[in-house]
């Protein structure tokens, strides 16, 4: 939902697109894995349901993703949620907000069914391996801890190295550099890169494709990304600052799909600000070091930075000329719910700034939420950045379903330097 008191002109409707290419019927017929019951789970809520009915999804039990670099084997989606991708997404065609200057948006409200979004919101809370990362900023001449104030994990390598499969087995992935097709070198990365596992990597293809349509009318270069960041939000007090992800390592203006499963929370975006002398009015996007990347943010988001330090430098492709004399600072906020995405194109990243605010009171008790970004890094030091800022160096925590919150995990604990 927008708010439309601050987006006047936003104009958003649906267009539901029937997209089913066979019945589930046929699917589950066609299987020839063994399969075993399910326990039905109710779509909107997060508790299972102790009973069993006939007519449950059968579903197959395939090998979970293996790799060395993972601190757990992580299951593949169930058929029931792999159906619901393969058939049913987009669920609605993609709106296009491009009516601020520098914006450029797809909106698909949503691009998963709600019901399917809902569980697999629940499937990859349970399967993935979460950490809460601790870093030190300097912030002039002083150094702070800083506490990520939500959950993360990342998979995924920049482009100059590939995981390559051998034997055809698909937990057999080495990682190879891309254009030489050798092994990497030991000291290439700082991290130990995993591959983007089989449950998002489907959704990675899929994302791929919704956008390829998109980009082909526009004339755009499909964006194929190698990279999955994954945020969990529990509550209310979860959150990430207003910041842009306008890394050098992505390349001038970068596609980033963002993908909401769960609780709906406020989705805020506000233009960078002027600031003379070195503002995107006249340098054509140069981000100000120690203050234009991370902003405090007036709904109390603190100044955590996002995804790493900002390394300076003109980041993106508009020209000063094509810029308005008059930035307008109007805020735009979107109420994302389970199953909608947003791409966020073209100068979008040089120009904007997004972020997930906290929620106070009442409304901080809010079902938990996950986000996934799909992005392309060009240079190892985006994998070292990715890496560092959503694994870093702590223990690896796990969801835990009767407790009902992440806890300290038993997997190995990856230690990254
Ligand atoms: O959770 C969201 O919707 C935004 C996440 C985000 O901006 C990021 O991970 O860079
Ligand atoms: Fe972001």
Redesign the pocket.
């Known amino acids: 939902m927008i708010s439309q008191s601050q987006l006047p002109t936003l104009n958003i409707s649906r267009s539901y697109s029937t997209m089913a290419k066979r019945t589930l019927d046929a699917f589950f017929k066609s299987s020839t894995t063994p399969a075993k019951r399910l326990k039905p789970e109710s779509a909107e809520s997060n508790t299972v349901s102790p009973t069993e009915t006939d007519n449950t999804p059968i579903e197959d039990t395939k090998p979970p993703s293996h790799h060395p670099s993972y601190p757990i084997p992580i299951a593949q989606l169930p058929s029931h949620i792999e159906v619901g991708l393969e058939h049913a997404t987009p669920a609605t065609s993609a709106r296009e907000i491009n009516n601020q200057p520098h914006l450029d948006l797809l909106y698909f409200q949503p691009y998963i069914p709600r019901p399917t979004a809902n569980e697999l919101f629940k499937f990859l809370r349970r399967e993935l391996p979460f950490y809460r990362v601790q870093y030190t900023a300097r912030r002039g001449d002083i150094q702070t801890q800083i506490n990520t104030p939500?959950w993360t994990t990342v998979f995924g390598v920049d482009e100059t190295s590939t995981f390559v499969e051998q034997d055809d087995d698909p937990n057999n992935l080495f990682l190879l550099e891309t254009k030489t097709k050798t092994p990497i070198p030991k000291t290439k990365y700082q991290c130990t890169p995993r591959p983007i596992p089989a449950c998002l990597d489907l959704l990675r293809r899929q994302v791929e494709a919704a956008n390829a349509a998109t980009a082909a009318a526009a004339g755009t270069e499909n964006p194929s990304y190698n990279f999955c960041?994954v945020?969990y939000?529990a509550g209310g007090d979860d959150s990430?600052a207003f910041?842009s992800?306008d890394e050098r390592f992505l390349g001038p203006n970068p596609n980033?799909a963002?993908l909401?499963l769960g609780g709906e929370?406020d989705?805020l975006m506000k233009h960078k600000p002027f600031v003379p002398g070195q503002n995107v009015n006249q340098t054509a996007g140069r981000c100000v070091p120690g203050s234009a990347h991370v902003i405090p943010s007036p709904g109390g988001t603190g100044v955590t930075p996002?995804?790493g330090k900002f390394t300076g430098g003109t980041l993106n492709t508009v020209s000063p000329e094509s810029r308005p004399a008059t930035v307008p600072l109007q805020q735009i906020k979107i109420s994302?719910g389970s199953g909608d995405m947003?791409v966020m194109r073209g100068a979008t990243q040089s120009n904007w700034l997004?972020?997930?605010p906290k929620r106070k009171g009442k409304a901080g008790e809010t079902r938990g939420?996950i986000?996934i970004?799909f992005r392309r890094a060009m240079i190892p030091g985006g994998t070292n950045n990715y890496y560092h800022y959503n694994v870093g160096s702590g223990g690896m925590y796990r969801w835990d379903e009767v407790a009902r919150e992440m806890v300290l995990g038993e997997g190995k604990v990856e230690r990254e330097s």
Do not use: E, K, P
């Open positions: 939500r960041l945020n939000y990430i910041h992800d980033i963002s909401s929370r989705f996002a995804r994302l947003v997004h972020s997930i939420r986000n970004t």
